[in-house]
């Protein structure tokens, strides 16, 4: 029959053999799809008409003239198979006769780090792959660097392609040793080097007589006998809460997936961030309900008290909780174009729980070659760092050395909904246990009364020489002569002093606003209309102080001025400057300007006066400010 496995054996033969999760990975074209296809030829599980397939598809896509190219197995994207890479993670499944296996197949290139970095996240062993001919490549260290941040604790060396360079063991042992150098301090438990030819299967299942001289296991005898670290269901029992399932008033439930450890009726429990207490009433599985749950199993969870718990939440043993905090530090890996700029807002997911939170300082980045601490002020594509976190709540968190599950988090682009980091917990910080928000006798409301009037931040956004400040000065002249109590926070003004140690990189610009944007947010918190002026050339950071106030005290008024015009003003002779090179990072020039989409008030200046532009400030604010 053509739609059986060439090798066949019972779902129970399988469960009882016990499962292994690993990864391949390494650089491009050091041949993981062929070793996985190896694997699977090997362990006689491919179907006859899918390796019937793959021989004609090896004809078309294949890179091994007439013989059968196994890296096909696997590259299932069309895309992949025209330019020879793996792009996207493939999973697959084969068994041997001693264990049960799930492999994933990693992208090589730089360009799909963040797939590479998904399939290690969950594997409890990598392959990590090297070219004879071309040996331990910057990729190859980055990878190896980042199975370990991620917790695995075994790894194989395939020294791959062994053929190609005549089975000459001088090489091998120079890539091994070149490796091992590398990776001492990286936390593996065990290395194991092994030369393999994947296209030919020497050492793969079998032991080769090309390598007379290699004494270790063959791949799949070494892939069988390692042993994974602890299984989660020996950790404390983590439960995050995915939803509230509450279908009448007679049932609450919490339903997710049990992380790590597991959980039995009449267990106490508490919710980790507020502490609230219950016990274990029910707990619901597929089947209805079930004496207890341990990790990996998704159920719903009644507790015998009426206690708040909402998405996003943890419940956890009282005497074995997660530390719940705002601040922590984290290892993180950076996945966006755009570099991370310690300040900026990101969007952190931890488990079901999402919550703005910023970079407040990259302690050092990694050198992925040396593994060297540099000083960084912004994290590129790629790159890894040791950073502090701050988020906008207390949020349950492990040490990700400790759990995977609690300890794992990603960082989500606030504009453009693109996954810009993977990060590690390390630890958290307790620096702000003893500090709490002081409640006031007199409040902001009682302020504003005084001057019956409503405090807002007027924030005036657009490119040097736009306009911005002499707008700002007649409004708020104008708002002085009808009684009103205003301030102006100006760009030039706050560096000569709050600022003045801040220079105009992006990180700069980042952090020159975070600044301002607390300074206007006490002023407004004073009953005051403090007017902005400031370039503020980025979208995250004006919405970051929107947020910081509250939308109704927030009114964004975009000058738009084309910048031919402003280079033709050129009142402070700064264009022409940075036209030359002499002026660095100049904000429309070698410094790109994000003009705001939905701004509460466009100002084009082109065709008015500065006194008429003003006016059109005033009318839209005097509905807005007026008590």
């Not at 091994?176 to 393999?196: K, R, W, Y």
């Not at 997710?256 to 599985?285: C, E, F, Q, Y």
């Not at 002085?480 to 760009?491: K, N, S, V």
Request: proline share 5%.
């Amino acid at each position: 029959m053509t739609d059986t496995p060439r090798h066949a054996a019972s779902r129970q033969d399988v469960e009882q053999r016990g499962l292994l999760r690993f990864l391949t990975c390494g650089s491009v074209d050091d041949g993981k799809s062929t070793l996985i296809g190896r694997l699977l030829f090997d362990s006689r599980l491919i179907m006859e008409d899918t390796l019937a397939s793959i021989t004609k598809d090896s004809r078309k896509h294949g890179t091994l003239g007439e013989e059968v190219d196994l890296a096909l197995l696997v590259d299932g994207l069309e895309a992949e198979r025209q330019q020879g890479i793996t792009i996207d993670v493939a999973y697959r499944f084969f068994a041997t006769p001693r264990r049960s296996f799930i492999v994933a197949d990693t992208p090589g290139h730089e360009q799909y780090t963040r797939n590479m970095a998904t399939g290690a996240s969950n594997s409890d062993l990598a392959i990590i792959l090297c070219d004879a001919r071309r040996g331990v490549l910057t990729q190859t260290r980055r990878h190896a660097y980042i199975c370990s941040l991620l917790g695995i604790r075994h790894v194989v060396l395939a020294v791959n392609k062994i053929d190609l360079v005549g089975f000459d063991q001088a090489v091998f042992d120079r890539i091994t040793g070149d490796f091992s150098h590398f990776a001492a301090g990286l936390g593996f438990h065990t290395m194991q080097p092994i030369p393999v030819s994947a296209r030919f299967g020497d050492n793969v299942s079998s032991l080769s007589g090309n390598t007379p001289w290699h004494r270790g296991p063959t791949l799949i005898a070494h892939l069988e006998q390692v042993e994974p670290e602890a299984e989660a269901a020996s950790r404390p029992f983590r439960f995050p809460v995915q939803w509230v399932n509450r279908p009448n008033q007679d049932f609450r439930g919490f339903a997710g997936t049990v992380a790590s450890g597991r959980v039995a009726l009449a267990d106490p429990v508490v919710v980790a961030a507020s502490g609230k207490a219950s016990t274990v009433a029910r707990i619901l599985g597929p089947d209805g309900d079930q004496p207890e749950a341990v990790a990996g199993e998704a159920v719903t969870i009644c507790l015998a008290d009426e206690v708040d718990v909402a998405r996003g939440d943890v419940l956890a043993p009282p005497a074995e909780r997660p530390a719940v905090t705002d601040q922590f530090a984290a290892h993180i890996l950076w996945m966006d174009e755009e570099p991370l700029l310690p300040g900026r807002q990101y969007l952190m997911r931890a488990g079901h729980l999402w919550t703005p939170v910023s970079v407040t300082s990259i302690r050092h980045r990694v050198d992925v070659n040396t593994l060297e601490h540099q000083a960084a002020r912004r994290l590129e594509l790629n790159e890894i760092g040791f950073c502090n976190l701050s988020a906008a709540q207390r949020v349950p968190l492990d040490p990700y050395a400790e759990n995977r599950q609690t300890g794992g988090f990603v960082l989500v682009d606030r504009f453009s909904n693109r996954t810009a980091a993977a990060g590690m917990v390390s630890f958290s910080l307790r620096r702000a246990t003893n500090i709490h928000q002081e409640e006031f006798l007199v409040d902001k409301a009682a302020r504003a009364a005084l001057d019956r009037q409503k405090p807002r931040a007027i924030w005036f956004t657009g490119l040097s020489g736009s306009g911005k400040s002499t707008i700002a000065k007649l409004v708020e002249q104008a708002l002085h002569a009808e009684g009103r109590h205003t301030y102006t926070l100006d760009g030039d003004n706050l560096r000569h002093g709050l600022n003045r140690d801040l220079g105009f990189t992006d990180a700069d610009r980042v952090e020159n606003i975070r600044r301002v944007g607390e300074v206007a947010k006490l002023f407004v918190d004073a009953g005051l209309i403090v007017l902005c002026s400031f370039i503020s050339p980025f979208r995250a950071e004006r919405q970051m102080v929107r947020e910081m106030m509250g939308t109704e005290e927030f009114i964004e008024v975009f000058v738009d001025t084309p910048i031919e015009a402003c280079i033709r003003r050129d009142p402070k002779g700064l264009y022409a400057k940075a036209i030359e090179g002499t002026i660095r990072n100049f904000t429309g020039i070698s410094s790109p300007y994000e003009a705001p989409e939905h701004p509460e008030l466009r100002v084009e200046t082109e065709g008015q006066t500065p006194a008429e532009a003003a006016e059109q400030v005033l009318a839209h604010l005097r509905g807005l400010i007026s008590d």
